[in-house]
């Protein structure tokens, strides 16, 4: 949905065509990713979905895209904001190969130019309606970030967005560690997918998990994890709510 401002310069014709639009909520989204630092870079997992609504309308959205040669990009929130960003991204990217000094972006500098980028949109009243993840490798370190659709960024050793926030991170907590080998951080990737599944009715069962290392950006094909359904509270969620049937 948007609303228009008008612009009065004393032509009705020219009024029209310089209306300015800004959205006031997004329409097809993409819920939580979920990445952290491992011993070797950084691992990235997303699902594929895009909700029209509370509708799930696409079930092929790629939400982990890389950026340049040392940083990994994913996006939770409106899918065509998502794409506005790669385009400014690829144009980030173009620019600085334009030098050919042997320098390139590392994911710091990308980093930081997101948050001024969402930062603002923001003080336009017109944001890009994305919550992002940054991670990279370059010069042997890793690098993880994120980047609220206000322009609110903070670095930490694993981050996660939307539902993510809440039901990822406290795993997160009690079972990352520093020393992670890619097995196991793949493994505590899915088991924060598995119960975003089960808990957040945007998310479908069908996922990529990326990887950043100094070697480059590898991104899984899509695949599916095992389910378990029979718990007992899945059987009647509501039993003994407030004011259920």
Not at 129 to 149: A, D, F, H, R
Not at 161 to 187: C, M, Q, Y
Request: aromatic share 10%.
């Amino acid at each position: 949905m948007t609303f228009t401002i008008p612009i009065d310069n004393g032509d009705a014709l020219k009024n029209a065509e310089a209306d300015s639009q800004r959205t006031l909520y997004p329409y097809v989204t993409g819920t939580s990713i979920v990445a952290i630092k491992y011993k070797d870079g950084v691992l990235m997992a997303s699902d594929m979905g895009g909700s029209y609504g509370s509708t799930l309308r696409y079930k092929n959205i790629e939400r982990v895209k890389a950026i340049g040669k040392h940083s990994l990009l994913g996006a939770s929130g409106e899918i065509s904001d998502f794409q506005e960003i790669l385009r400014y991204l690829d144009e980030l990217v173009l620019n600085d190969n334009m030098w050919d000094d042997g320098n390139s972006l590392g994911p710091k500098e990308v980093h930081n130019y997101l948050t001024r980028v969402m930062y603002n949109r923001r003080n336009k009243f017109n944001p890009l309606w994305n919550t992002l993840v940054l991670g990279g490798v370059k010069n042997g370190e890793s690098y993880l970030g994120m980047v609220s659709m206000i322009g609110v960024s903070f670095e930490d050793n694993h981050v996660a967005t939307g539902f993510g926030n809440h039901l990822a991170r406290p795993i997160l907590r009690d079972e990352w560690r520093a020393d992670l080998s890619f097995e196991d951080g793949v493994k505590l990737l899915e088991k924060c997918m598995r119960v975003l599944l089960y808990r957040d009715r945007s998310a479908i069962n069908k996922l990529q998990i990326a990887k950043i290392t100094e070697e480059g950006v590898t991104v899984s094909q899509p695949y599916s994890l095992k389910t378990f359904w029979e718990f007992q509270a899945f059987h009647n969620p509501t039993a003994g709510a407030q004011g259920s049937w």
